[in-house]
């Protein structure tokens, strides 16, 4: 592996660690009444166009975090309408 994916894994791992705390708290509260639904929604988008675009370029980071992201965010919306 050359520096630049051992970057972009790290940079990929630290940003998608980052929607666990609100995973957990909106699990372990049971409660979703702060995240936006649009925010959400939009985001997830995003996400999933990054998840192609890294397809399509056959790179290993960007498919990665976009993948568990993508995962983790519709946890989130999963969760947020569960606990409407």
Do not use: C, E, H
């Amino acid at each position: 592996m050359d520096f630049l994916t051992i970057l972009g894994l790290a940079a990929a791992t630290i940003t998608t660690i980052s929607f666990l705390p609100q995973m957990l708290k909106t699990w372990q509260t049971k409660s979703a009444k702060d995240v936006s639904l649009v925010t959400l929604i939009t985001f997830i988008s995003g996400i999933f166009l990054w998840l192609i675009y890294g397809i399509y370029l056959q790179s290993l980071p960007i498919i990665l975090a976009n993948g568990v992201t993508l995962v983790f965010n519709f946890i989130i919306l999963w969760l947020k309408i569960r606990y409407r």
